[in-house]
Structure formats: C-alpha cells, structure tokens
C-alpha cells in the first residue's frame, strides 16, 4: 500500500480505498491524490524484528529475558 484514503468524499472514477503503487499512477499520481486532501502517503515499515523474547511471571510480576 502506498496511499491511505483518510477522505470523507470520494472523486468519481477513483476508489475511495487505499491505494497500491499501481493504482496511484492509474488513477493520476501521487501528487494529484495527495493534493486531493483524501489520501496520505505511507512510509514502508521495515520488517519486524523476528528475535523471540521469553517472558517469565516471578511474584505476579512479568519479566523479559
């Protein structure tokens, strides 16, 4: 996904949805959307860190190890 629709309208011929890389250059640019004031661009996440982390309850209190 690379625009967010964060409208409360829509423009005719263009979904009223997030928007994948293709679709914003079908339906006009990043630009064009951006300034329509219904869409917001948003920033790749990087990948989560996949490192597992063990919790242990001690004395009713959870700990991280």
Same mark, same amino acid.
């Given at each position: !996904? $690379?625009? #967010?629709?964060?409208?409360?309208?829509?423009? =005719?011929?263009? =979904?009223?949805?997030?928007?994948?890389?293709?679709?914003?250059?079908?339906?006009?640019?990043?630009?064009?959307?951006?300034?329509?004031?219904?869409?917001?661009?948003?920033?790749? !996440? =990087? =990948?989560?860190?996949? !490192? #597992? $982390? #063990?919790?242990?309850?001690?004395?009713?209190?959870?700990?991280?190890?």
């Amino acid at each position: !996904m $690379t625009l #967010k629709y964060i409208g409360q309208a829509f423009i =005719p011929g263009i =979904p009223a949805r997030d928007l994948s890389d293709e679709e914003v250059e079908e339906y006009g640019g990043e630009a064009f959307l951006v300034g329509s004031g219904l869409y917001e661009k948003v920033e790749a !996440m =990087p =990948p989560a860190n996949k !490192m #597992k $982390t #063990k919790y242990e309850v001690k004395d009713g209190h959870q700990s991280v190890s």
